[in-house]
């Protein structure tokens, strides 16, 4: 049995995303976790941590819209969606 390998210079090129990302999320390890995925998998530049939802306000007031928020919906200082709604 063989295989045909393709070379690098075949493969699609992968693009970097636009912008930044916010992880909004009360769990240090959880964020950290995210963190490192997306700078190593979706290839973000930059990744914003909060630990809260006001932080996370905050963070969106001093900067140019993100390409993606994750938002935890489980947060001390928000009812389930509406964190949501305040973003």
């Given at each position: 049995?063989?295989?045909q390998?393709?070379p690098?210079?075949?493969?699609?090129?992968?693009?970097?995303?636009?912008?930044?990302?916010?992880?909004?999320?009360?769990h240090?390890?959880?964020?950290?976790?995210?963190e490192?995925?997306?700078?190593?998998?979706?290839?973000?530049?930059?990744?914003?941590?909060?630990?809260?939802?006001?932080?996370?306000?905050?963070?969106?007031?001093?900067?140019?819209?993100?390409?993606l928020?994750?938002?935890?919906?489980?947060?001390?200082?928000?009812d389930?969606?509406?964190?949501?709604?305040?973003?």
């Open positions: 049995m063989s295989f390998t393709s690098v210079s075949d493969l699609p090129e992968t693009k970097l995303p636009q912008g930044w990302a916010l992880v909004i999320d009360d240090p390890l959880f964020c950290d976790a995210l490192l995925t997306l700078r190593s998998v979706a290839n973000f530049d930059k990744v914003v941590t909060a630990d809260s939802l006001e932080q996370g306000l905050d963070r969106l007031a001093n900067d140019t819209p993100p390409a928020i994750l938002l935890d919906l489980n947060l001390p200082d928000a389930c969606l509406d964190g949501l709604m305040r973003l």
